[in-house]
Nanobody
Framework: QLQLVESGGGLVRPGESLTLSCEATGFTLTYYSVGWFRRTAGKEREGISCVKLSSHETTYLDSVKDRFSISRDVARNTVYLQMDNLKPEDTAVYYC?????????????????WGQGTQVTVSS
């Protein structure tokens, strides 16, 4: 059974950190580009970071590039999103997704399989 399972979300205060995990089962994640996206109520899904197929090349949304870091753990078949200096505007449901494309894109249309999401809330 194919699955992408996100974990690591929670409630934190501004300035704190979280690490989100995206673990794949049923397929090898390194053969795909992997993206992290987020969505808040009333807004479109927003691509925030991705890591390119079979590599460690990455792309970031401008508003997070100095605070967030995406990485792969091939042995664990997992992609992580390290989020530092979190802000209230980072509050959202965070999703990971896979793309068979060689390129790493923040457009969600290129992704063919999604996880169920994990809630991140940043509030004082």
């Amino acid at each position: 059974q194919l699955q992408l399972v996100e974990s690591g979300g929670g409630l934190v205060r501004p300035g704190e950190s979280l690490t989100l995990s995206c673990e794949a089962t049923g397929f090898t994640l390194t053969y795909y580009s992997v993206g992290w996206f987020r969505r808040t109520a009333g807004k479109e899904r927003e691509g925030i970071s991705c890591v390119k197929l079979s590599s460690h090349e990455t792309t970031y949304l401008d508003s997070v590039k100095d605070r967030f870091s995406i990485s792969r753990d091939v042995a664990r078949n997992t992609v992580y999103l390290q989020m530092d200096n979190l802000k209230p505007e980072d509050t959202a449901v965070y999703y990971c997704a896979r793309s068979p494309k060689f390129s790493c894109e923040l457009d969600p249309q290129g992704y063919d399989f999604w996880g169920q999401g994990t809630q991140v809330t940043v509030s004082s």
